[in-house]
């Protein structure tokens, strides 16, 4: 009795834990993660700092959103449509391009070009399921909203949401490796967006968004400096991150300060900041930027 | 006892699965409540016991903020909680941006939006009012 009772907890407590994503669970036996590294590597950088820092990278979303607020229009000219998740062979290249392909998602999404984005969404899959994150990523829901162009905030939730689940489970896996590619990914093609719209519209207000990226540079290669000596891909990768950071070197963020101003409008609190960023950037800087931002993307890009 | 223990263990992970769940649904009414002229960002899920003192706000995280863009905070708390959650802002500077509970008054926000115009890495600390143990979900989303 005791025996069969132990047997029914244990097979209860399996059951249980593994049914929230009975949907996409692969049944067959999962080879140890080839992609798993040694966690003396991983904890060069605490989870928690991983964590913080990819929340520290400008979503494609926010860029996406500046460029409707400049009045932008959408072009699918910007999108990486060369990309074939077919032909995405290693593990880098799956995770670097999962991440490319979710900035495109968000720009689509924000410009309410849902319908467009069902090729992307299928290729998002394919990488997803590539590198074992695909039970994170829902496909069919997401699939149902972009078709259903009614229901834009559950849309950018799941997208996000998938890619933020996505990303939790490859950390606390010691996959971190592949959660910074897809940081970096999401990040150089929000950049390559900017960076390719200002050429067409010089706007003052986007020009100093992509100075402030500044800001968060040594960030992102703090994320993949741990892996900078894992494999040729990885090294060129980092070697491209200075480069784009040597180009940022000379570029100046000054602060003037002030108090927030507070006021309550219908009982909810709203606050305006009084201090300001401001930045100091030549054209040829930025020029240098435009350059280096679409050489690296698309050599990433080419590579894959 | 044994029979009591063995029940005891069974519903331990089905009340794990609907606490899971339930937060689940706790972020997304919050973020459909955020508005229709909001796009989400971000949400930090939180949940603390009773602090032993309240000097301090305990769940502490980060975020890069952009100049020339207005964010909406929005804090949603579970019902079976005792506190309100509340969050407060500071800049790398540590000068407090916005609190959504206002100490003069007592008055707590459920949310608060904000102009940003410095771009910049800001420290987000949440935590329940008095120090009191919850649970609840802090949306970020940005104002178009």
């Given at each position: 009795m005791k025996r069969r009772s132990f047997l029914l907890l244990i097979l209860l407590l399996f059951a249980s834990f593994s049914?929230?994503?009975?949907?996409?669970?692969?049944s067959g036996f999962l080879f140890p993660e080839a992609d798993s590294i040694p966690v003396g590597e991983a904890e060069k950088l605490s989870t928690e700092a991983i964590e913080e820092i990819a929340r520290n990278i400008s979503s494609p979303v926010e860029i996406a959103n500046l460029l409707q607020t400049l009045a932008v229009p959408f072009s699918?000219?910007?999108?990486?449509?060369?990309?074939?998740?077919?032909?995405?062979?290693?593990s880098f290249d799956k995770a670097f391009t999962l991440g490319i392909l979710g900035a495109d998602l968000g720009y689509l999404n924000m410009y309410e070009k849902t319908g467009s984005s069902i090729d992307i969404l299928s290729s998002i899959r394919k990488l997803a399921e590539g590198i074992r994150v695909g039970q994170f990523f829902d496909f069919e829901t997401i699939k149902r909203l972009s078709l259903n162009k009614s229901n834009l905030d559950s849309l950018l939730y799941l997208s996000i949401d998938s890619y933020t689940r996505i990303d939790k489970y490859l950390r606390d896996n010691d996959r971190g490796q592949l959660s910074a590619l897809m940081i970096i990914g999401v990040w150089l093609e929000g950049q390559y967006l900017a960076t390719q719209v200002i050429t067409e519209y010089p706007d003052p207000v986007l020009r100093d968004r992509i100075g402030e990226q500044k800001i968060i540079l040594n960030d992102l290669i703090m994320l993949a400096s741990p892996y900078c000596d894992r494999d040729p891909e990885f090294g060129e990768l980092c070697k491209f991150l200075q480069e784009i950071k040597e180009k940022y070197s000379e570029i100046r963020i000054t602060y003037t300060l002030g108090e927030p101003v507070s006021r309550e409008v219908d009982g909810a609190l709203v606050v305006e900041q009084t201090e300001t960023s401001v930045v100091e950037m030549t054209d040829e800087q930025l020029a240098g930027i435009i350059e280096i931002t679409k050489n690296t993307r698309n050599k990433l890009i080419a590579n894959n | 006892m044994k029979k009591l223990f063995i029940t005891l263990l069974l519903l331990l992970p089905a009340c794990l699965i609907l606490h899971g769940q339930g937060t689940d649904q706790l972020v997304s009414s919050c973020v459909l409540d955020a508005g229709p002229n909001c796009k989400y960002l971000k949400d930090f899920r939180i949940q603390l016991s009773?602090?032993?003192?309240?000097v301090e706000m305990r769940y502490k995280t980060q975020m890069s903020l952009w100049k020339n863009t207005k964010y909406k905070f929005s804090m949603c708390t579970a019902e079976d909680s005792k506190g309100e959650l509340i969050l407060t802002i500071k800049n790398d500077a540590n000068q407090v941006v916005l609190s959504s509970f206002d100490q003069k008054t007592g008055k707590t926000y459920k949310s608060v939006e904000l102009t940003c115009n410095r771009s910049g890495i800001y420290k987000l600390s949440y935590d329940f009012k008095d120090g009191q143990q919850g649970s609840g979900v802090g949306v970020v989303s940005m104002v178009k």
């Open positions: 049914c929230r994503n009975s949907s996409n669970n692969n699918p000219d910007y999108l990486a449509s060369s990309i074939d998740a077919n032909k995405q062979t290693t | 009773k602090a032993p003192s309240t």
